[in-house]
C-alpha cells in the first residue's frame, strides 16, 4: 500500500525528459509532456475524487521540447492532468487554451467518465465565427483525470503461446459484448476482462480450437456527443483518446493489472492476445471538435492539418481528423505505445485499424516510409503479429496485397468473392480458385506465404453470418441515422423472405449456407478469422452498422437453440480437421505441378476438377455458368518439412464444391484399385455427416445443389473417422 498523497506538494525536482508520462520509479513520480509549440505548462493535481483541483505545478524544465519535472512525494494513484499556454490562433493551426484540462498521452491510466459539455471545446459552441472564438470556462469538472500506476505485477514465467502463422485460428471479439450475457459467467464480472478469463469462457475458446482472440479496441476511448445525446454509446470503441490505458468500461477492479491478468490466464490456456488497435485518429474530431488532449497540447504537431488552410485537417479516416505520424514525436508516441502493450501488458500482436493512413507521408502511402521502417527493425515489434486493415478513406488508400514483408492484411477481397460465389453469382470460379489456395495473386509476388492473407467472411463491420444469409438490405433504422449509414454492398441472400423465417425449407437452405460458408473459410489457405457468435447463429436483425449498439442487439447471445448447439458443434468440427491437418494450412503456395522426391513418379501437389473428374482447362476458368468445382490436395505432396527437418505428410482430400441450385454428380477421382473415398463433411445434412460415407474411385457422388463435400483418400482396409 502506498502513503496517502499529503497537499500540498512542496518539493519538485527537475525531472528527466524521459520516459515520457507519469513514471512512477519507487521514490517519486516523474512528468514529461511534449509540446514543441508550448509557451507554458501547468501539471494540474485532483483530490482522490477527482472533483477538486489542488493544487497547479509549472513545469520550469524544458529539454528537447519536452517540459518535465519529478514531485518526490508524488505516489501510484495520484489525479493528475495538464493545462498547456501558447497562442490560440487557428487560421494557422494553433488551438492553446489553458481554460482546457488535458489528458496525458502518455497517461496509463484514464479514470472517470467524460461528461458532455460546451466547455470542453476550445471556442464558444454558439459564437458566429466558431472555431476562431475563444471560450474561457474550465473543462475540468466533466474530464476524465489520468492516474499514475504502478507497474509492479506477477507474470510469473509467463511466455506467448507464439503460434506459428499458418496455424493461427483467430477469434474476432468484443470484451463487453462476448459475455454480458453469459449465464455462466458471474454477473460481476460479465462484460469485463476478468469474465472473459473465467472457465466458461475459457472452455468456449478451448473446444472451438481458437488459437488467437482478436479484442476490438480496449485503448481508453470516449462516446461521440451526438450518440450520448441520442442515449446511445460508441460500443466499438474506435475513437481512441488514450494509446496506453485500457479502457475502464471493461474493468470490473477499476485497475490496469486486470488486463495483465486476463493475457496472463489466456496465455496458460494457449491462447495469443491480439489488440485492434486505433492509431490514424482520435476522439477530437475535427476544427470543431472538443480540446481533451493532444488538440491543446500542440495542436499543429499531433495532427495531419491542410498545408495551404491549417485551420482544417487532412481526414482520411472519416473521423474528423487524422495522426501526423510524419513529425518523429508523433510516430513515436506510437511505437512507443505498442511497445508498452508488448513489453508491459505482454500481448502477441496488433491488427492496425485504417492502416494504410499510418503508412502516408506527403498524402501518398509509402510503404518504404517511416512507420514501416521503424516497426521492422525495431527488436520488440518486428518479432510480434502485425495485421493491417490495408485502407483508409483517402485517395489510393485501398492497399490489399501491397503492405510489406512480415505484414498479414484482412483480405475483403476473400470475403467477397467467397460471399458472392456461394451466393450464386455467375464467372466467380476462377477468382474462387484463387482465394481458396491462399490469394497468391496478391501475396506471391513479393515473396509472401499464403498465410499473409487473414481470410474471413464476416467481421464486427457488416452483417453477421446469420443475417448475411437472412437479408439483403441492411437494417440500420436503430442507429438513428436513417438508414443511410452502413454499407449497401453486402453480397447477402435471403433466400425468398426477408428476415426471420418460419418456412422449414427457407430455414435449411440458410442453415446449409452458413455451414457452406464456414467450411470454405476453414479448408482454405491463409489465416482464418471467426466473429464471435457466428458459430452459434447469432444475429443483429439485419443491422450492419451496430457500432451504437451497446446492447443486446450488438451482444452476443448465449441463449442457444438445438440448431445452434448444432452449428457450434460443426464448427468445432471443422476446426480440429484444420488442426489435424497440414494439407489445409500450406506455408507455401501450391505449385499445381508434379513435386519430386526419392522415386521418380511426380506427384501433383493440386488438381482442380470438373464435375466429370477431368481436369479443368484453361478456358473453363472464365465461363459464367460454371458454378461447380473439385479441387484435389495431395497430402503426399505437400513440399514442407516439420521443426526437425522432417518431411510431412498428410491424407490425401478432395473439396466439392456446388453452388448450383441442382445436384451435380461429381465423378471421383480413382487413384488405385482399392482406394475409397470417405466423406468426412457433407453440409447438406444437419450436422455435415453424411450417412453411407464411403464412395470407390470412378463412382459420381451425388453432390447436392448448394452444398460442400469434403472426402478423404483411405484404402480398403482403413477408415477415418470425422
Not at 509532456?33 to 483530490?47: G, I, Y
Not at 499531433?302 to 488552410?309: E, G, M, S, T, V
Not at 482464418?528 to 447471445?557: F, I, K
Not at 458443434?569 to 491437418?581: D, G, M, Q, T
Request: charged share 25%; proline share 6%.
Amino acid at each position: 500500500m502506498h502513503p496517502i498523497h499529503h497537499f500540498p506538494i512542496t518539493t519538485v525536482w527537475p525531472g528527466s525528459p524521459y520516459p515520457r508520462g507519469a513514471t512512477w520509479d519507487g521514490e517519486g513520480v516523474n512528468f514529461a509532456l511534449f509540446s514543441e509549440h508550448a509557451e507554458k505548462v501547468e501539471l494540474c493535481l485532483f483530490d482522490p475524487s477527482g472533483q477538486h483541483e489542488i493544487q497547479r505545478i509549472t513545469l520550469r524544465e524544458q529539454t528537447d521540447l519536452v517540459w518535465h519535472c519529478y514531485l518526490p512525494e508524488a505516489r501510484p494513484g495520484l489525479l493528475y492532468g495538464y493545462r498547456v499556454h501558447g497562442p490560440y490562433d487557428p487560421v494557422r493551426g494553433h488551438r492553446f487554451n489553458p481554460n482546457k484540462l488535458l489528458l496525458d498521452p502518455y497517461a496509463q491510466d484514464i479514470v472517470g467518465p467524460l461528461i458532455w459539455n460546451d466547455a470542453h471545446y476550445g471556442y464558444q459552441v454558439d459564437a458566429l465565427h466558431d472555431d476562431l472564438s475563444f471560450d474561457r470556462r474550465d473543462n475540468a469538472p466533466w474530464m476524465p483525470k489520468c492516474r499514475v500506476t504502478d507497474p509492479a505485477f506477477s507474470w510469473g514465467d509467463d511466455r506467448s503461446p507464439n503460434i506459428p502463422w499458418h496455424e493461427m485460428v483467430i477469434y474476432e471479439l468484443h470484451v463487453r459484448g462476448f459475455t454480458i450475457e453469459h449465464p455462466d459467467v458471474p454477473p460481476p464480472l460479465r462484460g469485463t476482462y476478468a469474465g472473459l478469463i473465467t472457465a466458461p469462457v475459457i472452455n468456449h475458446l478451448k473446444r472451438l480450437g481458437i488459437t488467437s482472440v482478436e479484442l476490438m479496441p480496449i485503448h481508453s476511448f470516449i462516446d461521440d456527443r451526438h450518440l450520448v445525446d441520442q442515449g446511445k454509446r460508441n460500443y466499438w470503441g474506435y475513437n481512441s483518446i488514450g494509446f496506453f490505458s485500457p479502457e475502464q468500461r471493461y474493468s470490473a477492479s477499476g485497475s490496469p493489472k486486470e488486463f495483465k491478468t486476463m493475457v496472463k490466464t489466456l496465455h496458460s490456456a494457449g491462447i495469443e492476445v491480439i489488440l485492434d488497435v486505433v492509431y490514424n485518429h482520435t476522439a477530437e474530431g475535427n476544427h470543431l471538435g472538443p480540446t481533451l488532449s493532444f488538440k491543446g497540447i500542440d495542436n499543429s504537431v499531433y495532427y495531419r492539418l491542410q498545408p495551404d488552410a491549417p485551420r482544417y485537417y487532412r481526414d482520411y479516416t472519416g473521423c474528423g481528423n487524422t495522426l501526423n505520424l510524419e513529425h518523429p514525436r508523433v510516430l513515436q508516441l506510437v511505437m512507443d505505445s505498442l511497445r508498452y502493450w508488448v513489453q508491459e501488458m505482454h500481448v502477441d500482436g496488433f491488427r492496425f485499424d485504417l492502416a494504410a493512413a499510418l503508412g502516408r507521408e506527403q498524402h501518398t502511402v509509402n510503404h518504404f516510409g517511416a512507420f514501416f521502417d521503424i516497426l521492422h527493425q525495431d527488436p520488440i515489434l518486428s518479432r510480434v503479429k502485425l495485421i493491417a486493415e490495408p485502407w483508409d478513406l483517402g485517395e489510393g488508400g485501398y492497399q490489399v496485397g501491397n503492405f510489406p514483408l512480415g505484414w498479414a492484411e484482412w483480405n475483403d477481397r476473400y470475403r467477397d468473392c467467397m460471399r458472392a460465389f456461394w451466393r450464386g453469382d455467375g464467372g466467380k470460379i476462377g477468382e474462387f480458385a484463387t482465394r481458396l489456395t491462399g490469394s497468391s495473386d496478391l501475396y506471391a509476388r513479393n515473396g509472401r506465404r499464403p498465410y499473409a492473407s487473414i481470410n474471413f467472411i464476416t467481421a464486427h463491420d457488416g452483417f453477421t453470418l446469420h443475417d448475411l444469409v437472412s437479408y439483403e438490405h441492411k437494417h440500420n433504422e436503430a442507429n438513428g441515422e436513417g438508414n443511410r449509414d452502413g454499407t449497401d454492398n453486402n453480397l447477402s441472400c435471403n433466400y425468398g423472405v426477408e428476415g426471420e423465417s418460419s418456412d422449414p425449407g427457407i430455414c435449411a437452405l440458410r442453415a446449409r449456407q452458413k455451414r457452406n460458408l464456414l467450411a470454405t473459410l476453414l479448408f482454405s489457405q491463409g489465416v482464418p478469422m471467426l466473429l464471435a457468435g457466428d458459430e452459434m447463429g447469432r444475429t443483429q436483425h439485419g443491422n450492419n452498422n451496430a457500432y451504437c449498439q451497446d446492447n443486446p442487439l450488438g451482444w452476443v447471445s448465449w441463449n442457444l437453440s438445438a440448431d445452434d448447439r448444432e452449428l457450434l458443434e460443426f464448427v468445432a468440427r471443422l476446426v480440429r480437421l484444420r488442426h489435424r491437418h497440414p494439407v489445409f494450412r500450406r506455408r507455401n503456395f501450391f505449385q499445381g505441378r508434379p513435386i519430386r522426391y526419392s522415386s521418380d513418379t511426380g506427384i501433383k501437389d493440386i488438381h482442380w476438377l470438373k464435375p466429370d473428374g477431368t481436369d479443368m482447362s484453361d478456358e473453363e476458368w472464365t465461363q459464367d455458368y460454371a458454378r461447380c468445382l473439385g479441387v484435389y490436395l495431395s497430402g503426399e505432396a505437400l513440399g514442407e518439412v516439420d521443426r526437425h527437418g522432417r518431411a510431412i505428410r498428410d491424407d490425401n482430400f478432395i473439396l466439392l464444391f456446388n453452388a448450383h441450385v441442382d445436384r451435380i454428380d461429381f465423378a471421383l477421382p480413382r487413384l488405385c484399385d482399392d482406394c475409397l473415398w470417405q466423406v468426412l463433411i457433407d453440409t447438406h445434412y444437419h450436422a455435415g455427416l453424411k450417412p453411407d460415407g464411403r464412395f470407390r474411385g470412378g463412382e459420381r457422388y451425388p453432390l447436392e445443389g448448394r452444398t460442400l463435400a469434403l472426402l478423404s483418400q483411405q484404402t480398403a482396409a482403413t477408415q477415418t473417422a470425422p
